[in-house]
């Protein structure tokens, strides 16, 4: 059992930063495949970084690409979501979560956090 807690959601003008943090417990992150996904109302669950459990390759969806970057520190067992220059669309609850197997795909995904909300204004 993994459990993830998410924090550093928030409010933030449009070209901002911020910074999301996944608080893993029960298991190292490193033996998973860690997600971030988000989901804006009234939307599906999308896509948004990954990071292999070795943390030697990360993952991008095209919309955050160049702007987004994902990272782990093992020794405090928590990974990041480094967001830069947001824009508006980013605008979700942003959610973390653990695949045992190195996937993209929401459904390969078995722990998830509780979810932060991030609101970028114009």
């Known amino acids: 059992q993994v459990q993830l807690v998410e924090s550093g959601g928030g409010l933030v003008q449009a070209g901002g930063s911020l910074r999301l943090s996944c608080a893993a417990s029960?298991?190292?992150?490193?033996?998973?495949?860690m997600g971030w996904f988000r989901q804006a109302a009234g939307e599906e669950r999308e896509f948004v970084a990954a990071?292999?459990?070795?943390?030697?390759?990360?993952y991008y969806g095209n919309s955050v690409k160049g702007r987004f970057t994902v990272s782990g520190d093992s020794a405090k067992n928590t990974v990041y979501l480094q967001m830069n220059r947001v824009k508006p669309e980013d605008t979700a609850v942003y959610y973390c979560?653990?695949?045992?197997?190195?996937?993209?795909?929401?459904?390969?995904?078995?722990?998830w956090g509780q979810g932060t909300q991030v609101t970028v204004s114009s």
């Open positions: 029960g298991r190292t992150f490193r033996g998973y495949t």
């Open positions: 979560a653990a695949s045992s197997i190195r996937t993209l795909t929401t459904t390969q995904y078995i722990y």
């Open positions: 990071i292999s459990g070795s943390g030697s390759s990360t």
